[in-house]
């Protein structure tokens, strides 16, 4: 049990990719998610801010078993217009993914994050993409952005969560605590989080990643409960139909 509690915490000691060496805490063996992130790649982030982005990005993905068993991930950059950088049946293994991440191209632009929530929505958790909502694989999507979007955000949000999507929101700098608030889940204690300055993010990545740990094993353990719910519930209606004689 103790074993266990402490594979959930999945406290994480990562070095940046340019570092020498870089120790690595797997979520759990048995961890089974889709997640997607979405990277806010505008203009006002800077090139030497966004390159803080990625170090962040990699000590993520770092942290978990990926697979195409287990947690696959996505990721979404989006700007002026939103673009796949990959998506979650891209790659096969982690080091594919940490090495796109690596070279992760800053692309530059406006702030439109609901036309980039929609995108994310339709273009990565679906099916062809790789999205194993079908298997009752857990759906989480976690937004880091520096500012105020151009366009309209909570509706598109909306449409996430009305497809048992979990969203996370990560606020940089200048973000708007409100619309933070808008794009995540609640509680919004545990699905919001900010930090003053892009040096700051690797701070928070052991936090993040027990609370993305915590929500896999919690969501995948409600699915699993759901759906023996409804065997449970056919089952009753079998026997109500055809009582034994």
């Avoid at 609901?114 to 790789?130: C, I, Q, R, S």
């Amino acid at each position: 049990m103790e074993r266990r509690q402490s594979l959930l915490l999945c406290l994480v000691v990562a070095a940046s990719f340019h570092g020498n060496t870089a120790q690595t805490t797997v979520c759990t063996q048995e961890a089974v998610a889709d997640m997607v992130f979405m990277v806010d790649g505008s203009w006002s982030i800077g090139t030497e801010n966004f390159d803080q982005i990625r170090q962040f990005l990699y000590t993520l993905v770092d942290s978990f078993d990926i697979s195409p068993d287990h947690v696959r991930v996505g990721l979404v950059q989006y700007s002026t217009i939103p673009l796949t950088e990959f998506k979650l049946n891209t790659f096969q293994t982690k080091k594919g993914i940490l090495e796109y991440i690596k070279n992760l191209p800053y692309r530059g632009g406006g702030t439109n994050t609901g036309k980039g929530l929609d995108f994310m929505l339709n273009n990565h958790f679906v099916e062809v993409a790789g999205s194993r909502a079908e298997q009752n694989v857990p759906q989480i999507a976690v937004v880091i952005t520096d500012g105020k979007s151009q366009d309209e955000v909570e509706l598109h949000a909306e449409k996430l969560r009305n497809k048992r999507i979990i969203l996370y929101a990560i606020g940089i700098k200048d973000a708007d605590e409100d619309e933070l608030k808008q794009i995540a889940n609640r509680p919004h204690s545990q699905h919001v989080h900010s930090v003053s300055d892009f040096t700051a993010l690797q701070g928070i990545s052991q936090n993040i990643v027990q609370t993305l740990c915590t929500t896999v094993e919690e969501v995948k353990r409600q699915l699993l409960q759901m759906s023996q719910g409804k065997e449970l519930q056919i089952t009753e209606m079998g026997l109500i139909a055809h009582p034994e004689v």
